[in-house]
Structures are given as structure tokens and as C-alpha cells.
């Protein structure tokens, strides 16, 4: 128990909503993969949610995330675990993350792109990212114009550290999740029109493609429904969380 949550019970809930989802769809629950946000929470919560059987974590900001990786690397439990960076990224903390995550889903200029080619180039591997996209034209949110993904993805293809499994969003926060519903099917069929037009890439043996990482708590399971390869859920996992501490 951590302040009196259960995040093994919180799980098993939202996989439990996972699956549900899927069964509405008509989809099968190995497609969708569950990254568990623990950003602002302590190492403790990861180990105990990688205990009742979490495997991807995800981080929002770079220093936390490698402190987090750090403390892992002693702990046999942790050694299978993938690292997602969901957060926007500055250019000079690129360097920190190539060869310690999985994917990075905030890939949202082509100056960041540029900046991990370079960087994935020095430690010569393929960086998989995703590319944000700021699908219902929000203001406030990072990440590629829908009508400017294309552009990104024919730019992005020309660089040979880089690779691009699919897209990503944060679509807005709201208190009813079916008012994102059609951002979300907007998203998926951005998504397979680049795969199809292979824009982006074709095969990999750790993702299914096209990767669509779509969905919150708040709207998690909508976004199942309409392809979510991936969902990041914090709160719903590991409970609130507070900035002050
Ligand atoms: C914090 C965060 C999440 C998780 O949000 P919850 O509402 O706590 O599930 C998912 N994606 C991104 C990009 C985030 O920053």
C-alpha cells in the first residue's frame, strides 16, 4: 500500500477496462499495451507496480526518468522493464535518453528529430520514436499539425538513426471522454494512411504497427475503441499526483 492505494488492485482494474474495451470492439487485448505513468512518484511505486506485473514505465521529464533507470539497474526485477519518455523534450537532454529508452513518443519538431539523429548517430543505434501530434488543434499543446504530419514523416524518413513506429497524442482533458472519440479515430487513420504510403516504418520486432499511443485516464478506454495501440495512465494507477512535494 502506498498513502493507501493499492496500485496492484489499480492494475488489474485498468487492464481489466482495457480488455472490457476491447471486447466492445471487437479487438484483441495482446494489441494493447499498457505504459504505466509514474512521473512525480517515487521509485517504491514503480517497484511495487512492476511486482504485480507492469513491464513499461513512463517518464515525462529527463532528470527523473534517469534517476528512476539508475536505481533500476540493480534490481533484477527491473531488468526486462522498457523506459518511455512521453514528456516534451528539450534538444540538450537528448543525449541522456539514446540507448536507455524504448521509445520516445514526443518527438513535435523537426529540430528535435535532428537533434536524436545526431545524438543516435554518435552511439550508433536506431532511435524508435512516435510523432506527437496536436490532433484537436489545441493552443497550448506541443506537437505536429494533423496537416503537417506527412511533411514531418517524409523529412524524418531521410534520417537513418531514427524510426518511426507511428504517431502519438495528448488529446484534451475533459470530464466526458466520448467528447475525444473523434480526435482519437482522426489520429488512427492518420496513422494507417502513413503506414500505408510507408512513411513510416513497416516492420519491427518489439511494437505492432502502426503504434498508436492514444489515451489517458480520463479517456483510456475511448481510445481503445478507436485503436489505441498503446495507453499511458498515470493517475489511475498510481493515484493523484501532487506537484508541491
Ligand atoms: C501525465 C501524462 C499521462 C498520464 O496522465 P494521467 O491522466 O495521470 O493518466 C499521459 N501522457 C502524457 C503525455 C502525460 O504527460
Redesign the pocket.
Known amino acids: 500500500m502506498s498513502d493507501g492505494i493499492s496500485i496492484e488492485s489499480n492494475l488489474r482494474l485498468v487492464e481489466d477496462r482495457i480488455k472490457t474495451a476491447c471486447e466492445r470492439a471487437g479487438r484483441d487485448p495482446s494489441e494493447v499495451t499498457l505504459v504505466a ?1 509514474s ?1 512525480t512518484k517515487p521509485f517504491s511505486y514503480i517497484l511495487e507496480a512492476r511486482k504485480a506485473g507492469a513491464k513499461e514505465f ?1 517518464e ?1 521529464y529527463v532528470q527523473e526518468m534517469m534517476d528512476k533507470i539508475e536505481e533500476a539497474e540493480n534490481i533484477d526485477d527491473m531488468s526486462n522493464v522498457r523506459w518511455h519518455m ?2 516534451h523534450l528539450q534538444k540538450n537532454k537528448v543525449k541522456y535518453l539514446i540507448g536507455n529508452t524504448a521509445l520516445i ?2 518527438v513535435d519538431s523537426i529540430a528535435l528529430a535532428e537533434q536524436i539523429e545526431k545524438e543516435a548517430a554518435k552511439k550508433d543505434v536506431v532511435m524508435r520514436v512516435l510523432l506527437e501530434v496536436n490532433v484537436a488543434g489545441e493552443e497550448s499543446k506541443w506537437g505536429f499539425e494533423s496537416d503537417s504530419v506527412k511533411d514531418a514523416c517524409k523529412s524524418i524518413l531521410k534520417l537513418p538513426h531514427l524510426k518511426v513506429l507511428g504517431l502519438m497524442t ?1 488529446a484534451p482533458y475533459t470530464e466526458d471522454p466520448e467528447t475525444n472519440r473523434l480526435f482519437f479515430r482522426k489520429l488512427n487513420t492518420l496513422a494507417h494512411e502513413l503506414y500505408e504510403e510507408q512513411l513510416i516504418a513497416g516492420q519491427d520486432n518489439d511494437f505492432r504497427l502502426p503504434v498508436l499511443s492514444m489515451g ?3 479517456d ?1 478506454e475511448v481510445a481503445v475503441e478507436e485503436g489505441a495501440t498503446m495507453v ?5 494507477i498510481f493515484g493523484n ?1 501532487n506537484y508541491n512535494v
Not at 232 to 236: H, L, P
Request: proline content about 0%; charged content about 15%.
Open positions: 505513468v512521473k513512463g515525462n512521453i514528456g513518443h514526443s495528448s489517458m485516464t480520463g483510456y499511458r495512465v498515470g493517475t489511475a499526483r
